[in-house]
């Protein structure tokens, strides 16, 4: 069982940053990839990036890339979701999980924090 606790949603205005984390516990987190995505209201939840278990491999959906970066820090058990130029689309809850490999689909991914609540406006 791994479980995971999101921090660091807000309230932001347009082109701002926010940098979220993802606390880990239980199981060893340098065994799991780990995925961030989100979901507005009355949407279905989507992928926004992963990494691998050493962070030597990243992916983000394309209406992210060039804004968003995730990292993770084994040592902390702790993954970053570093959010810059932010859109009001951007609003969302956002949730870190975890899977044993790195992929985008959202049903592979057996663990999940309880989400952090991101809201940009115009």
């Known amino acids: 069982q791994v479980q995971l606790v999101e921090s660091g949603g807000g309230l932001v205005q347009a082109g701002g940053s926010l940098r979220l984390s993802c606390a880990a516990s239980?199981?060893?987190?340098?065994?799991?990839?780990m995925g961030w995505f989100r979901q507005a209201p009355g949407k279905e939840r989507e992928f926004v990036a992963n990494?691998?278990?050493?962070?030597?491999?990243?992916s983000y959906a394309d209406s992210v890339k060039g804004r968003f970066t995730i990292s993770r820090d084994n040592a902390k058990n702790t993954v970053y979701l570093q959010m810059n130029s932010l859109k009001p689309d951007d609003t969302a809850d956002y949730y870190c999980?975890?899977?044993?490999?790195?992929?985008?689909?959202?049903?592979?991914?057996?663990?999940w924090g309880q989400g952090t609540q991101v809201t940009v406006s115009s």
């Open positions: 990494i691998n278990w050493s962070g030597t491999f990243t």
């Open positions: 239980g199981r060893t987190f340098s065994n799991y990839a």
């Open positions: 999980s975890a899977t044993t490999d790195v992929n985008r689909d959202v049903h592979k991914y057996a663990y």
